[in-house]
């Protein structure tokens, strides 16, 4: 094994392959073909009635475009100067994809929350697509240069500085770092102002209301005393009336044979889930449209019963593809994309959900469809980042780079990339200039999928 120092030292020489400073190099293209070609090409595994839903999602504004659009940055980057400092990336880690849950101890912590794209990877992947993604939030909000470029600067310093303070932690307490909300809460409410204590408490609380029973409130009404999940077509599409016309598109087999499917799925599970989940009955199953850059793939919802009507519990059974990094940074040791998705997670989170788990159907046509499953809602929340103040953006850039740097630290070598990083600025200024570009390509881009 080689000493840290020697790990360092090797980090350190990754600058000679490639400077610190040529990470932040891009030249903006116009009106280029790989945009329509790279969507298109995602487009033909989406279900085709919903494509419509995806892009008028996507074309609300330059940072829905991007939220939907991990795929071309993934190009973008493979195409430009990078390291072979690998870690779990989380593949798609946009400031929007970073927010508030319940652990399974029930405290509230702040941690990445979309895994669709994760795969290992070089770090500049992830800390690229945040950064760039700081630069477009804090642009679609109309906030100054200044603000813009502080936020950027600051969110990459703290990147940084939080590898090179893992560094100096033993591998188990790096393994259990995390942010906790409440503690965060009290080390800063002193120099936090009143109202945007008040602002955190409420979407804190909003968060811990927002579980099975209150999706069963929301999604589902009584029909001659029965409980069933309300149809609210393209958007929630109940499996009768899936069933009851021909939609051949919506071709999801577990209707036919869902205690099998969740006998599959129960494998991933430790055998205590087990348990639990054979607690519950199966009540009704309906196709949900979920996020921007997920509409097209199959989600449904599945919701069950323990004890009484009152007792609900509501998965989500996502469909799970091909990560849009293993085109260019190779494939996924695991066969089955589900299984990709929840490895990925549980290698990244330090707390995650309990009943996070995968499952793979096979239509009747032959074909083989990847899943993973999780609680619909277990106590999850984030920031508007359509309403966010300039004091949230620049709080909320902060965690989030600390945040990734924690699931960096962890995953990959944390030596060899604090050697890699260094201790002054470089790494900072060469990420604000690529912030600022790659904003112009994402604006460029914009206008190119406006005319698909």
Not at 55 to 72: E, W
Not at 148 to 160: G, I
Request: aromatic letters at 8%; hydrophobic letters at 40%.
């Amino acid at each position: 094994m080689q000493s840290i120092k020697e790990q360092r030292k090797e980090g350190k020489a990754y600058r000679k392959i490639t400077q610190r400073s040529s990470l932040g190099q891009w030249e903006v293209k116009t009106d280029r073909p790989i945009v329509k070609q790279l969507l298109l090409k995602q487009e033909a595994t989406r279900l085709p009635q919903l494509i419509p839903e995806r892009r008028k999602r996507m074309s609300v504004s330059p940072l829905t475009f991007f939220r939907g659009s991990a795929i071309i940055q993934a190009h973008d980057i493979s195409s430009m100067p990078g390291t072979n400092l690998r870690v779990q990336a989380c593949g798609d880690a946009h400031i929007g994809n970073f927010g508030i849950f319940a652990s399974a101890e029930r405290r509230m912590v702040f941690d990445i929350n979309d895994f669709d794209e994760t795969l290992p990877a070089p770090f500049e992947v992830d800390i690229k697509r945040l950064l760039a993604s700081i630069e477009i939030c804090g642009r679609d909000r109309g906030f100054s240069r200044q603000v813009r470029e502080s936020a950027v600067y600051e969110a990459a310093a703290n990147y940084r500085n939080t590898i090179a303070q893992c560094c100096e932690m033993g591998n188990m307490a790096v393994w259990y770092n995390h942010l906790d909300v409440e503690e965060l809460i009290q080390q800063n409410e002193k120099n936090v102002e009143k109202e945007q204590v008040k602002k955190t408490r409420a979407i804190i609380e909003k968060a811990m209301n927002k579980n099975s029973e209150r999706a069963v409130a929301k999604l589902m009404e009584t029909v001659d005393g029965k409980l069933r999940i309300k149809s609210n077509p393209p958007i929630i599409v109940p499996i009768r009336d899936i069933m009851s016309v021909d939609r051949p598109y919506f071709d999801f087999n577990f209707q036919y044979s869902i205690q099998k499917a969740l006998e599959i799925y129960k494998k991933s599970l430790a055998e205590d889930r087990k348990r639990l989940i054979d607690q519950y009955e199966v009540l009704e199953l309906a196709h949900k449209v979920v996020g921007v850059g997920s509409v097209g793939r199959r989600a449904w919802i599945l919701v069950m019963m323990g004890r009484e009507n009152g007792d609900p519990l509501v998965l989500q059974i996502k469909e799970a593809e091909k990560s849009v990094l293993e085109d260019y940074y190779g494939n996924s040791v695991y066969k089955k994309c589900g299984r990709r998705v929840v490895e990925g997670q549980r290698a990244i989170q330090t707390t995650g959900d309990i009943l996070l788990g995968w499952v793979q159907e096979k239509l009747p046509d032959g074909r083989e469809i990847d899943y993973y499953v999780r609680q619909l809602w277990d106590s999850k929340g984030s920031v508007d980042l359509t309403k966010i103040t300039e004091a949230e953006y620049l709080a909320l850039s902060l965690l989030c780079s600390k945040t990734l740097a924690f699931a960096h630290a962890k995953t990959g070598n944390r030596f060899a990339l604090s050697g890699y990083l260094g201790k002054e600025d470089v790494f900072e200024r060469a990420m604000v200039n690529y912030a600022a570009a790659y904003a112009d390509q994402n604006e460029a881009d914009f206008e190119v999928f406006k005319t698909l």
